[in-house]
């Protein structure tokens, strides 16, 4: 297909921008049907402040939101009686554990009625 570079408006600062021929035709690869609606420079703005909304990040890949960090909590180990930090937190009616006492809990559950695989 053949593509020309079109004028269009800037729906946010109503200035016009050039879509090229190149971006239509890399719009198309990526099976986008429509034009955008913003210019360049109102596109940026837009996604620095969407990603500015998410305060500070965690772990995020390449090409997604960053995650918002999470909050930990602070316990006492049901087994060890050591301190736990858990991202939940905790309501008293249920035993909550440390990493290690977690593990050793999860691997002696698993043991007694067989594997995953």
Known sequence: MQYADKTLTCRDC??????TSGEQEFYASRGFDNPPGRCP????ARKAERSNSFGPTSYAPSGYAPAPRREMFVTTCASCNGEARVPFQPRGDKPVYCSDCFETQRGSS????GSYR
């Open 41 to 44: 420079s109102c596109r940026a």
């Open 110 to 113: 698993r043991s007694a009625r």
């Open 14 to 19: 109503n200035a016009t921008f050039v879509f």
